[in-house]
């Protein structure tokens, strides 16, 4: 009996782990690669390690199956350390943190260049990008897996060039019917 016990068990967490699905994030250069090869959108998530919201968005958000499943299907995914020092190349250019500060890891440190770039003045940001890398639109703040469904389905499906007005996007949302859960 015991050992059915604990068959049953191993079988349970097995499957429990089989079926958690997770964000396959890349960088920013392997993204706009893949895009080469296969066209899909890109949305990219500007964090930092300090920021409260951030860490939300990552277990509430991210970590959310339908969501990921989601992205993971029609978009690539990439992180960014809004504050971090890597690296990073962008439109033939190379962006990085000159004035990092490693004893500021984890509290507030100096802005990445991407993210001065970028024009990114709130965490968290999500940044949406198109095929061919080029920005559609940033995202501020912390959002549910229902908002952000709308925005992964309205960026996918290229809605956004058919909304001219805040009243036109105030339609879209009032018809939006959300599907994921949380």
């Given at each position: 009996m015991k050992k059915m016990t604990?068959?049953?068990?191993?079988?349970l967490i097995t499957t429990a782990y089989a079926s958690a699905q997770e964000i396959k994030w890349l960088t920013l250069e392997e993204a706009i690669a893949l895009q080469k090869e296969t066209?899909?959108?890109?949305?990219?998530?500007?964090?930092?390690?300090?920021?409260?919201?951030?860490?939300?968005?990552?277990?509430?958000?991210?970590?959310?199956k339908e969501v990921a499943a989601y992205v993971n299907e029609n978009y690539y995914a990439v992180k960014l350390n809004g504050e971090g020092n890597d690296v990073v190349k962008y439109k033939d250019k190379s962006y990085g943190n000159p004035n990092y500060d490693p004893s500021k890891a984890n509290s507030r440190n100096s802005p990445h260049e991407l993210a001065r770039y970028f024009q990114i003045n709130a965490y968290p940001t999500v940044m949406f990008f198109d095929e061919e890398a080029e920005v559609i639109t940033p995202l501020r703040?912390?959002?549910?897996p229902t908002q952000l469904e709308l925005y992964l389905k309205m960026f996918k499906n290229d809605d956004h060039k058919n909304i001219k007005t805040q009243d036109e996007f105030n339609a879209y949302y009032e018809a939006f019917k959300p599907e994921f859960q949380g």
């Open positions: 604990m068959a049953f068990l191993l079988t066209p899909k959108k890109i949305m990219m998530d500007i964090y930092t390690n300090w920021c409260g919201p951030c860490k939300m968005l990552d277990k509430n958000t991210f970590q959310n703040g912390y959002q549910t």
